[in-house]
């Protein structure tokens, strides 16, 4: 397999990464190669090799990897010593933790997928349309801040995610996102209306205080066949953004 791993600078003690589709197959523009998605097993010999892949690249075994049952809320699981092992965690569409080797997982097809690290603690928020209107990104912080790490001290990443010049939604969808994000406001490239996801998330970490956020990873995943788009393809897989506090200095090396 070929499957895109991008390791990020997020924190000395903290590996980061967002995956990309396989392309290596005949067709690039189409295929589930790479996908992570444990409960989209269109081709289950397919995840498992895309997991194991992973799973060497970063040393993280998928068994320790807390995935979230993603629901478009605001709910933000802690991760801590009580919390089982490579536990599935359910309703949430955040996740924090002080813990070190637990490797917090979002999944996303389009949706921002956002990975956090303080001082002391990493988080992971998945704010799609809905999670920007609830504001998903501050309750991560909030919650960030509850572990001990102020939001001056938090650094952000956002990751590929679907870009306002292909996020067309109807004008009434745009105008209730717009009143609360109004960054959020955009035109498709072909001149609908649109809604700029990342833009309302970068603006939400400001608003929440986070100001150190780095917008480098964002691509947009319709336009952009490395990416699995659930617009382009509703029987997308998926690829995911992990973060994991290692406890040494050595967890950004990739
Ligand atoms: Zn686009």
Redesign the pocket.
């Known amino acids: 397999m070929a499957l895109s791993i991008a390791a990020i600078e997020l924190h000395p003690a903290v590996g980061a990464w967002f995956t990309g589709r396989d392309l290596s197959g005949r067709d690039p523009a189409v295929g589930q190669a790479g996908n992570l998605a444990h409960r989209r097993p269109h081709l289950p010999a397919e995840l498992a090799a895309a997991r194991r892949e992973v799973a060497r690249h970063i040393g993280q075994p998928a068994d320790r990897w807390h995935l979230m049952r993603q629901v478009h809320g605001t709910e933000v699981a802690l991760v801590d010593a009580r919390t089982p092992v490579g536990a599935e965690l359910r309703d949430v569409d955040a996740a924090v933790t002080l813990e070190v080797d637990r490797p917090l997982v979002v999944q996303v097809a389009d949706c921002v997928p956002v990975l956090f690290a303080g001082p002391r603690t990493i988080g992971v928020a998945h704010a799609g349309r809905a999670g920007v209107y609830l504001d998903v990104v501050s309750a991560t912080v909030d919650a960030l801040t509850r572990l001990g790490d102020p939001p001056e001290t938090i650094r952000a990443v956002i990751g590929p995610a679907?870009?306002g010049?292909?996020?067309e939604v109807p004008a009434q969808l745009q105008d209730q996102v717009t009143s609360r994000v109004p960054v959020a406001r955009a035109t498709t490239?072909w001149g609908t209306p649109s809604l700029d996801l990342p833009a309302a998330v970068v603006a939400q970490l400001t608003a929440a205080g986070v100001t150190d956020v780095d917008t480098g990873q964002t691509a947009?995943t319709?336009?952009?066949h490395r990416w699995f788009s659930h617009r382009r393809d509703p029987t997308s897989g998926r690829q995911v953004g992990i973060v994991v506090r290692t406890g040494s200095a050595t967890g950004v090396a990739a």
């Open positions: 679907i870009g010049c292909c996020y490239t947009c319709h336009g952009d």
